[in-house]
């Protein structure tokens, strides 16, 4: 599903303009986005969390060579679905 898909869902479902509905779209996309940069959790209730988490420095193996690398520390965004759409999608 794209995002163009996600508008036109919204405009079946309420009437309003693709515009409207572009802007409101781009918009929560945006303060979701910032928030992340942010290194702020975002939770969304009844569908999941993205969690922000920093990877520490670690050991890693090329699986070609297997020669051994250093893996320097990062910072990742992880979803953890909530348990009202875990019990949807199992369903």
């Known amino acids: 599903m ?7 869902n919204i ?3 309420l009437g309003i303009t693709k515009k409207d509905i572009s802007d409101v779209v781009d918009s929560v996309f945006e303060i979701m986005k910032d ?10 209730s009844g569908f999941g969390n993205f969690d922000v988490k920093v990877r520490g420095r670690r050991i ?12 320097e520390p990062r910072t990742v965004v992880v979803f ?6 875990k019990e949807e999608v199992n369903a």
């Open 60 to 71: 890693g193996r090329n699986p070609k060579t297997g020669v051994e690398t250093v893996i």
């Open 11 to 13: 405009y079946e479902s």
């Open 35 to 44: 928030e992340i940069l942010d290194k702020n959790n975002v939770k969304i």
């Open 80 to 85: 953890r679905p909530s348990q009202i759409f």
């Open 2 to 8: 794209t995002k163009a898909d996600i508008v036109e």
